[in-house]
């Protein structure tokens, strides 16, 4: 059985991830991916490289469960999370998310669920580098808002 | 007494000055504990005061501070998490 969630310092081949995913599962109709990436600006700042950190044990912990929490909710097949870790720069990429299923709904549903869940309730810290300096990104209510269209209370910003 | 295991991630890590330590307590809670950490002043009271986001993890499941300690367990502290 291939890993679910893997949280790596390298980068992450996206058509890879997906060709795993779906290998031998003739069930599978639909793949939705989102993937996230650093921007060069953040809240009216310049943003030359971020360092994230994280919460090695509770990371897998948490996007496991949520994982299982997505099978549960939607009719999906397969899911991985790939998550970036350490020191980035803006192009790269940060986060993979994937889901297999039937048909579009389920999996474009099932991958926005999860990236909303992971935002808000797995352990990762972004410190980005700035012109003024380092500074740790504030989360934003937006993202427990974002949560909440899935009846979770987030209570993280 | 129970003996916890308490870590600090990202900006509050970076104020106490390390990611963990043990600590033997009379807390009952995970809210005590925390209180407890804020009467020691400096980084800790600074950075964990009431009225800041703080979150909390009881063996590495997010939590609240209603949670009971256990002899043993991790909790961890650190500010609204920013992943994604």
């Given at each position: 059985?291939?890993?679910?969630?893997?949280?790596?310092?390298?980068?992450?081949?996206?058509?890879?991830?997906?060709a795993?995913?779906?290998?031998?599962?003739?069930?599978?109709?639909?793949?939705?991916?989102?993937?996230?990436?650093?921007?060069?600006?953040?809240?009216?700042?310049?943003?030359?490289?971020?360092?994230?950190?994280?919460?090695?044990?509770?990371?897998?912990?948490?996007?496991?469960?949520?994982?299982?929490?997505?099978?549960?909710r939607?009719?999906?097949?397969?899911?991985?999370?790939?998550?970036?870790?350490?020191?980035?720069?803006?192009?790269?990429?940060?986060?993979?998310?994937?889901?297999?299923?039937?048909?579009?709904?389920?999996?474009?549903?099932?991958?926005?669920?999860?990236?909303?869940?992971?935002k808000?309730?797995?352990?990762?810290?972004?410190?980005?580098e700035?012109?003024?300096?380092?500074?740790?990104?504030?989360?934003?209510?937006?993202?427990?808002?974002?949560?909440?269209?899935?009846?979770i209370?987030?209570?993280?910003? | 007494?129970n003996?916890?295991?308490?870590?600090?991630?990202?900006?509050?890590?970076?104020?106490?000055?390390?990611?963990?330590?043990?600590?033997t307590?009379?807390a009952?809670?995970?809210?005590?504990?925390?209180?407890?950490l804020?009467?020691?002043?400096?980084?800790?009271?600074?950075?964990?005061?009431?009225?800041?986001?703080?979150?909390?993890?009881?063996?590495?499941v997010?939590?609240?501070?209603?949670?009971?300690?256990?002899?043993?367990?991790?909790?961890?502290?650190?500010?609204?998490?920013?992943?994604?």
């Amino acid at each position: 059985m291939a890993p679910r969630v893997s949280i790596q310092t390298g980068d992450f081949d996206v058509a890879q991830e997906i060709a795993a995913l779906r290998a031998g599962d003739q069930r599978v109709g639909a793949v939705c991916a989102f993937v996230g990436t650093v921007r060069d600006r953040n809240d009216g700042a310049a943003v030359s490289s971020m360092e994230l950190e994280h919460y090695p044990g509770m990371t897998e912990k948490a996007i496991e469960a949520m994982i299982d929490e997505a099978h549960r909710r939607f009719d999906v097949y397969a899911a991985r999370v790939v998550h970036r870790v350490g020191l980035l720069q803006p192009l790269d990429q940060i986060v993979l998310v994937a889901v297999t299923s039937a048909h579009r709904g389920e999996s474009f549903q099932a991958c926005e669920f999860l990236i909303d869940y992971l935002k808000t309730q797995a352990p990762f810290w972004k410190k980005e580098e700035t012109p003024q300096g380092a500074r740790w990104v504030d989360a934003r209510v937006s993202d427990d808002t974002a949560l909440a269209r899935w009846g979770i209370e987030g209570g993280n910003g | 007494m129970n003996k916890v295991r308490v870590r600090y991630f990202a900006s509050i890590r970076e104020a106490v000055g390390h990611g963990s330590e043990d600590v033997t307590t009379s807390a009952e809670t995970l809210g005590a504990l925390r209180d407890e950490l804020i009467a020691r002043g400096g980084a800790h009271a600074r950075s964990m005061a009431r009225g800041k986001a703080v979150r909390v993890a009881l063996d590495q499941v997010m939590s609240d501070e209603s949670q009971p300690l256990r002899d043993g367990c991790e909790v961890a502290f650190f500010p609204p998490v920013t992943g994604g």
